[in-house]
């Protein structure tokens, strides 16, 4: 998957846990957490959707690399660059 | 070892229908087993003389609008991908708790409340604004090893005035709880949320539209659900559920097993239970009910515009077990029209009204005195309803009344309790290995309670944790 991919497919995860949130203004640099409605549990679904769409294992101490969405990209392109 | 399903959950009440949902959206290969020919458990619906009838239902609680994200309401959505569009709730009108000296309104607005408060308690507004700021958290509930905190305790800190205490129990108590007399603080704490701080609601169409959505989105999820399926015996082998019995024959086994239907009756299914772990004993707060269907709409016609009325006739309020089969002291009145829109649609009145009863008592009687007992009981419920809503007794065109023993017979809650027993099992688990219980035993009670129950266990002992 392309960086431009990677990040289509996390606002679409994002999208589907809160479908009320506009994500289309996110800024790519800032926590995601304190832009849209996200609690805890919210979160935990983004790493168990990424599970079940790409099988990719987040372990729990790189959960601080997903806070934003460029972190996200970052973390995620050498896992999904098969996919 | 390789398992037909990975997950076995008993019961497709709301809770179990829930877990289900988690369960089948990630993946997993899960199977609801559930004993009636139909969905929704304790808050189902049934058909009755050409009618659809909701089993229980009085409000859906915990009431937000669509823009409040935080509140439990949205957190469930969240998690079981469902829209608040999809519900179709429809908020109250208004409610009142009615005492022999004094009355306080309530609506999906707390301020209302807080008003009401002030005008007819002013030494006690600052007391009441100061203990909504001390209530207890959900995570509370499930923190290991808490002790029951008593709420009449900890209200006697805030309230100098009794009758406030009495006032402000009656509800709450009504809606959820299990112990006779008193309750823990943290269940009042939620409740009190549920009930006060947010609101009430009802589905558009009833529940029959709310399990239906609910079992549409776990069956496209890949769930599978099963009727007329009963558990018959856990057998358990080396403190392990090894396999789990059907009342039919067949014998299937799963690496977890969910049950929603309550502790006490969890552990009768089982062919063995740890000395360790403590004997559950049934509850003892059950409910008659008598749904009365009218020939006009009683805000209409009957000048009744409540949705919801709680009435105590004593001095104290007294909640637990009644001597007699039932206790008309004290009683919830019930007017689905009555909630925003239903009139619209709605042609023919309805009205539920239910009192605290004895399900030893009613478990005693024969079929004959069963009926008539029956029967003297919805007399005496509208009697005291008439009070309220005048000339009732007039506009009943037809009506069905059920008992503890009712309920023990359709969801195999032991004593007919409701609320389940008070000893819950705040994180879910048993100390079976692969056993846990979510639903009305974990602690969390009424649809929002169980739905947000079925959620967690889910999430914690199987989604998390692999
Ligand atoms: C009369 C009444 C009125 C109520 N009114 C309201 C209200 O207005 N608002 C509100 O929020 N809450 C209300 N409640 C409470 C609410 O309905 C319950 O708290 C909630 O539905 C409990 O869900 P549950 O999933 O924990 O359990 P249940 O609904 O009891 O689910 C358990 C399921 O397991 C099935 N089962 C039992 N034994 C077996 C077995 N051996 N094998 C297979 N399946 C089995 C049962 O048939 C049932 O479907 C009311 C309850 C009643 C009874």
């Known amino acids: 998957m392309t960086q431009e991919e990677i990040k289509a497919s996390i606002l679409d995860i994002i999208s589907e846990i809160v479908p009320d949130e506009d994500t289309s203004q996110l800024d790519p640099d800032l926590r995601i957490r304190d832009q849209i409605n996200l609690d805890s549990m919210d979160f935990l679904d983004i790493i168990m959707e990424l599970r079940k769409r790409y099988k990719v294992e987040v372990p729990e101490e790189d959960y601080p690399k997903l806070a934003t969405l460029n972190s996200c990209v970052a973390y995620l392109e050498p896992l999904l660059k098969d996919k | 070892m390789d398992y037909e399903y990975e997950v076995l959950i008993i019961g497709a009440g709301l809770s179990g229908l829930a877990a289900g949902i988690r369960l089948a959206h ?50 469930i ?182 049950s929603t239907v309550g502790l006490p009756e969890t552990r009768s299914l089982c062919s063995f239970w740890p000395a360790e772990a403590k004997e559950p004993k049934p509850g003892e707060i059950a409910f008659v009910e008598s749904i009365l269907m009218l020939d006009c709409l009683p805000s209409q016609s009957l000048g009744f515009e409540t949705t919801i009325l709680f009435y105590n006739d004593t001095e104290r309020f007294v909640y637990r077990k009644p001597n007699g089969l039932i206790d008309s002291l004290s009683g919830v009145i019930c007017c689905p029209n009555n909630y925003q829109e239903d009139e619209q649609m709605s042609t023919e009145g309805l009205v539920r009204l239910t009192h605290l009863a004895n399900f030893d008592l009613w478990s005693r009687l024969d079929q004959d005195e069963y009926r008539r007992q029956k029967e003297h009981c919805l007399r005496e419920s509208v009697e005291k309803a008439e009070r309220f ?78």
């Open chain 2, 389 to 466: 809503i005048r000339g009732l007794g007039r506009h009943i065109v037809a009506c069905d009344t059920f008992t503890p023993r009712t309920i023990q017979r359709f969801t195999a809650r032991q004593k007919g309790a409701v609320y389940g027993t008070p000893d819950k099992l705040p994180d879910g688990r048993t100390e079976i290995k692969n056993l846990y219980v979510c639903g009305t035993d974990q602690g969390l009670v009424g649809i929002v309670g169980a739905l947000l129950s079925g959620i967690t266990v889910a999430n914690r002992w199987v989604l998390y944790g692999a």
């Open chain 2, 77 to 258: 959505l969240r998690q079981l991908r469902l829209s608040h569009d999809d519900l179709r709730l429809c908020p109250q009108r208004i409610s009142r708790i009615i005492f022999p000296e004094k009355e306080l309104s309530f609506t999906n607005d707390f301020q209302l409340l807080v008003q009401e408060i002030a005008d007819k308690f002013p030494s006690q507004v600052d007391g009441f604004l100061k203990l909504t700021n001390s209530l207890a958290d959900y995570a509370e509930l499930s923190s290991p090893g808490r002790e029951m905190v008593s709420a009449r305790k900890v209200l006697k800190q805030f309230l100098s005035d009794p009758l406030l205490i009495e006032m402000l129990l009656c509800p709450i108590m009504f809606y959820g709880n299990c112990r006779e007399d008193d309750m823990d603080f943290v269940q009042f704490s939620i409740l009190f949320r549920s009930i006060f701080t947010e609101g009430f609601a009802r589905p558009k169409l009833g529940m029959r539209q709310l399990i239906q959505l609910l079992v549409d989105k776990y069956q496209e999820s890949g769930g599978e659900l099963r009727y007329g399926c009963q558990v018959h015996k856990l057998i358990i082998n080396q403190g392990r559920v090894a396999e789990v019995h059907l009342a039919n024959g067949r014998i299937m086994q799963a690496k977890v097993i969910i």
């Open chain 2, 26 to 75: 990630f993946g997993r290969r899960v199977c609801i087993l559930e004993k009636q020919v139909r969905a929704g458990g304790l808050n189902s619906w049934y058909p009755f003389q050409g009618r659809i009838l909701d089993v229980g239902l009085h409000a859906v609680t915990n009431y937000v609008p669509r823009s409040v994200k935080s509140a439990p309401l949205a957190r």
